[in-house]
T-cell receptor, first 115, second 111 residues
Framework: EAQVTQNPRYLITVTGKKLTVTCSQNMNHEYMSWYRQDPGLGLRQIYYSMNVEVTDKGDVPEGYKVSRKEKRNFPLILESPSPNQTSLYFC??????????????FGPGTRLTVT | GIQVEQSPPDLILQEGANSTLRCNFSDSVNNLQWFHQNPWGQLINLFYIPSGTKQNGRLSATTVATERYSLFYISSSQTTDSGVYFCATPRRGGSQGNLIFGKGTKLSVKP
């Protein structure tokens, strides 16, 4: 089954404790990105990657890191989480950015709480 | 940048009823998607529909790009249709894959 997976699905952690949220897709997609969803602010892009070893900032990159060492994986790293990073996080992927290849698929979400 | 507006913001349906959700955008678009966010928070891809009409069972969508709107139809609604429906299109400039989402239509289907 074609899908985007994220782990963990739920996480409660404390301020300053480094964490990684994994994202993996089995559709051989080039483009991957991370969003966060917050009440009243909607979904905002954090980082994106056009292909292996190619990453760039989205709208709200502060406090996050990413890497793209393999085509299928795009982990999101919070080096020193803070309470304002409490949010619902989504990973997304697509084949490309032209025509039908643009269609983006989202993972199931990771609900993160930082205390 | 492009603005995406959805209406209505809230909608309550009796099970079995039909309804239409609307998405207006402030500029021409060449990519548009509809998503359903279920009560568990998952974002489910419904339609990729930059123009024309698509149907999937009880659900269908139509985009009239020249008029800058898209419509999403639910027929014979079911309680499992409850959740928030979003339309999204790419931001102009910057990352082409950066989707701009509308604020959504929150749908509640009552048994």
């Amino acid at each position: 089954e074609a899908q985007v997976t994220q782990n963990p699905r739920y996480l409660i952690t404390v301020t300053g404790k480094k964490l990684t949220v994994t994202c993996s897709q089995n559709m051989n997609h080039e483009y991957m990105s991370w969003y966060r969803q917050d009440p009243g602010l909607g979904l905002r892009q954090i980082y994106y990657s056009m292909n292996v070893e190619v990453t760039d900032k989205g709208d709200v990159p502060e406090g996050y890191k990413v890497s793209r060492k393999e085509k299928r994986n795009f982990p999101l790293i919070l080096e020193s989480p803070s309470p304002n990073q409490t949010s619902l996080y989504f990973c997304a992927s697509s084949t490309g950015l032209a025509g039908p290849a643009y269609e983006q698929y989202f993972g199931p979400g990771t609900r993160l709480t930082v205390t | 940048g492009i603005q995406v507006e959805q209406s209505p913001p809230d909608l309550i349906l009796q099970e079995g009823a039909n309804s239409t959700l609307r998405c207006n955008f402030s500029d021409s678009v060449n990519n548009l998607q509809w998503f359903h966010q279920n009560p568990w928070g998952q974002l489910i891809n419904l339609f990729y529909i930059p123009s024309g009409t698509k149907q999937n069972g009880r659900l269908s969508a139509t985009t009239v790009a020249t008029e800058r709107y898209s419509l999403f139809y639910i027929s014979s609604s079911q309680t499992t249709d409850s959740g928030v429906y979003f339309c999204a299109t790419p931001r102009r400039g910057g990352s082409q894959g950066n989707l701009i989402f509308g604020k959504g239509t929150k749908l509640s289907v009552k048994p």
